[in-house]
């Protein structure tokens, strides 16, 4: 988030880390977390339980998998749903995240993630809550798409080899294709939805902000690309391998 909302490049991911530590401390690189986890608790369990809903409902009765353009279709229209429903958290999350980059005068300093979206909505009004919102449903779109429909597909072409059996190891080559494909998806995006999110109303709207955020390079839309990857490649892998478990363990 910090890399993302730079309007020129002055710190790469390590330099950025070290100077969030040194002026606030190692916990602040955690700035946030209720309001992350909050996030997905909206945005996750609204895709998963769309995607996982409508798929097992179209392939019930059917011979063999659904086809991949189905898949994709079925995670942009989960991920755009669970996208905007996880908007609120969303924004929060970023305010919290960003808050150390602004000088202490300018802090919205909230206490956590319940604190933000109440005190948004008092000082700000309901509807900005939904901030970003375009954004982060397309981005919710993209996302689903690179994780739910990709991991499926790509599980699918692991198990058509005949090489591995659906276990761990298969779950891990799947979730690991699905995590880069999301990540590369998702980041011009990601980057739009995030200086929205924290904007102070500099950009008229998502175009402006697009434009804005062009004038500094095609890269700029990629600012923060390896932390992203970081982030959603892991998250990506122990999400589906603590799904497949689970679905195992529980016979679901």
């Known amino acids: 988030v910090h890399l993302q909302t730079q309007q020129q490049v002055k710190l790469r991911m390590t330099g950025m880390a070290l100077q969030v530590v040194r002026s606030d401390g190692v916990l602040a690189l955690y700035n946030g977390l209720s309001a992350s986890l909050c996030r997905q608790m909206t945005y996750s369990l609204t895709r998963f339980a769309i995607y996982e809903t409508v798929r097992d409902h179209m392939t019930k009765g059917s011979e063999g998998p659904l086809p ?123 980057v739009l939805k995030t200086r929205l999110m924290n904007s102070k109303g500099e950009y008229q709207g998502v175009l402006h902000c697009a434009v804005e955020t062009a004038k500094l390079g095609p890269l700029a839309f990629y600012k923060g690309l390896l932390p992203a990857g970081i982030r959603l490649l892991p998250h990506t892998v122990l999400t589906f391998v603590f799904l497949e478990q689970l679905r195992k363990h529980f016979g679901v």
């Open 68 to 190: 991949f353009y189905k898949k994709v279709l079925l995670g942009a229209i989960s991920g755009c749903i669970g996208g905007f429903v996880g908007t609120p958290a969303d924004m929060v999350n970023v305010r919290m995240q960003n808050d150390m980059k602004l000088p202490p005068s300018q802090r919205r300093n909230y206490a956590h993630a319940v604190d933000g979206l109440y005190r948004v909505a008092r000082e700000e009004g309901l509807k900005k809550l939904f901030s970003g919102a375009s954004m982060a449903s397309s981005r919710g779109l993209l996302v689903t798409v690179g994780q739910l429909s990709c991991y499926d597909q790509a599980k699918q072409l692991v198990l058509s080899t005949g090489h591995l059996p659906d276990g761990v190891l298969t779950h891990l080559i799947a979730s690991s294709i699905a995590g880069g494909c999301a990540t590369i998806l998702c980041q011009p995006l990601d």
